[in-house]
C-alpha cells in the first residue's frame, strides 16, 4: 500500500464529508430526506463526469482520481444515511418511502450516465 495515496484519499474524504455535513445548513429549507436525495444525485453527476472525463482521454493522474472519485465523492455521497432515511420516510408514508427510493436509485443512476455521456460528447 502506498502511504501517500491513503493520504490523499484521506483529503479528499474529509473534504467531502465536511461538504456532506454542511449543505443541509446551506439549503435549510429542503426538509429530510431531500438533503440526501439532492446530495447523492449531484455526486452521482460528478461521478458520471469523472469517468466520462477518463473515458474520452483526459489525462487524469491516479492521485487526481483517487482524490476526487473515491475520497471526495464517496465520503460526500452516502448510502447509510440514505438506508437509514428511506426507513424512516417508509415508516411515515409507505408511498413517500418508495418514491425517495426510487428517485435516489434510478435518479443517481440516470445522473451518472448523463454526467458520463455528456463529457463523451463533449470531447469528442
Known amino acids: 500500500m502506498d ?5 490523499i484519499v484521506a483529503i479528499g474524504g474529509a473534504l467531502g464529508a465536511v461538504l456532506r455535513y454542511i449543505i443541509p445548513f446551506l439549503i435549510s ?3 429530510m430526506p431531500f438533503n440526501t436525495l ?3 444525485l449531484l455526486g452521482s453527476l460528478l461521478i458520471g463526469v469523472l469517468f466520462g472525463a477518463l473515458a474520452s482521454g483526459m489525462a ?4 487526481m482520481v483517487l482524490l476526487i472519485g473515491t ?4 465520503a460526500f455521497t452516502t ?3 440514505f438506508a437509514f432515511e428511506a426507513l424512516q420516510v417508509t415508516q411515515e408514508n409507505t408511498n413517500m418511502g ?3 427510493i426510487l428517485a435516489t436509485i434510478f435518479g443517481s443512476i440516470f445522473l451518472a450516465w ?3 455521456s455528456a463529457v463523451i460528447q463533449i470531447a469528442s
Open 3 to 7: 502511504v501517500r495515496l491513503i493520504a
Open 79 to 81: 448510502m447509510s444515511t
Open 98 to 100: 418508495f418514491a425517495y
Open 38 to 40: 439532492s446530495i447523492n
Open 114 to 116: 448523463l454526467g458520463y
Open 29 to 31: 429549507s429542503n426538509p
Open 71 to 74: 475520497g471526495f465523492l464517496g
Open 60 to 63: 487524469l493522474s491516479e492521485e
